[in-house]
């Protein structure tokens, strides 16, 4: 399982960084079917991590209000969470297994809702070149989702 909670905390550290670089209208990107603007489901993506912890362990320390946060507080926040998942799966028993499968859903589910905000805005302008240009980690030229071996 603890495996599942680096990805899940790697994967989201990499597209907030990525989203660094995007402009404010960007961030504001939103398409039916997503939670919301890329940076709307950013935080809530971040909250909702925080929100799982809190739930678990009763810690006041993960009750955090992602609302006004900026991307290098949502990159401080998941990196806590990151090793409180770790400390916590260190300790758990089987009956929350269904709340730990949910947290990882979330954050993945978020995730492509984000790529899928920003990749339908540039679409129609110059297809997929410009997605691949701003997160070149995160889509190689081979494809969606493959990384070019360096």
């Known amino acids: 399982m603890d495996d599942g909670f680096v990805h ?16 404010p209208e960007q961030l504001e990107i939103a398409v039916p079917g997503t939670y919301g603007s ?3 489901t950013a935080r809530h993506l ?36 990151g090793r409180a998942w770790s400390a916590f799966g260190r300790q758990r028993d089987a009956s929350v297994g269904i709340r730990l499968a949910q947290v990882l859903d979330h954050g993945t589910d978020h ?11 540039h679409r129609t302008a110059r297809h997929h070149g410009l997605y691949a240009e701003q997160f070149p980690n995160l889509i190689g030229k081979r494809g969606r ?3 070019q071996s360096p």
């Open 8 to 23: 899940h905390v790697r994967a989201t550290h990499r597209l907030l960084d990525a989203c660094v670089a995007l402009s």
């Open 111 to 121: 995730r492509s809702q984000m790529h899928r905000s920003h990749d339908a805005r």
């Open 46 to 81: 971040v909250g909702g991590d925080s929100l799982y912890l809190f739930w678990l362990t009763g810690d006041r320390a993960h009750a955090i209000k992602p609302d006004g946060m900026d991307f290098g507080g949502l990159r401080d926040a998941i990196e806590r969470n």
């Open 38 to 40: 890329i940076l709307a």
């Open 145 to 147: 989702g493959r990384r």
